[in-house]
Nanobody, 127 residues
Framework: QVQLVESGGGLVQAGDSLRLSCAAS????????MGWFRQAPAKEREFVAA????????YYADSVKDRFTISRDNAKNTVYLQMNSLKPEDTAVYYC????????????????????WGQGTQVTVSS
């Protein structure tokens, strides 16, 4: 069983930065990625970024590439999402996700791959 707790959300202005944290109790396979997703009102939950515990390989949605950075601290079992140059369209509830399922290349962006989810943290970016 894995529990995920996100923190770090808030209300900021366009152009500001925020850092989200996801603390995991328990660990899935080190070969598996940890992911960040977001869901805006009346929209589907969408992939934001992911990182593999063992290799540190990172993956990003095109909409956040070059603005967001995902990283991990293996000793603390914590994954971070540094968000810079925030835009109003980044406003959403951000969720951390983990998986105990078998990983295949490319699955990092699929909601169905993740079977553990945090409670979410609200990020609001005003214009």
């Amino acid at each position: 069983q894995v529990q995920l707790v996100e923190s770090g959300g808030g209300l900021v202005q366009a152009g500001d930065s925020l850092r989200l944290s996801c603390a995991a109790s328990g660990r899935t396979s080190s070969n598996n990625p940890m992911g960040w997703f977001r869901q805006a009102p009346a929209k589907e939950r969408e992939f934001v970024a992911a990182i593999r515990w063992n290799t540190g390989s990172t993956y990003y949605a095109d909409s956040v590439k070059d603005r967001f950075t995902i990283s991990r601290d293996n000793a603390k079992n914590t994954v971070y999402l540094q968000m810079n140059s925030l835009k109003p369209e980044d406003t959403a509830v951000y969720y951390c996700a983990a998986s105990s399922l078998t990983y295949y290349p490319g699955r990092y962006a699929s909601k169905s791959f993740y079977n553990y989810w945090g409670q979410g943290t609200q990020v609001t970016v005003s214009s």
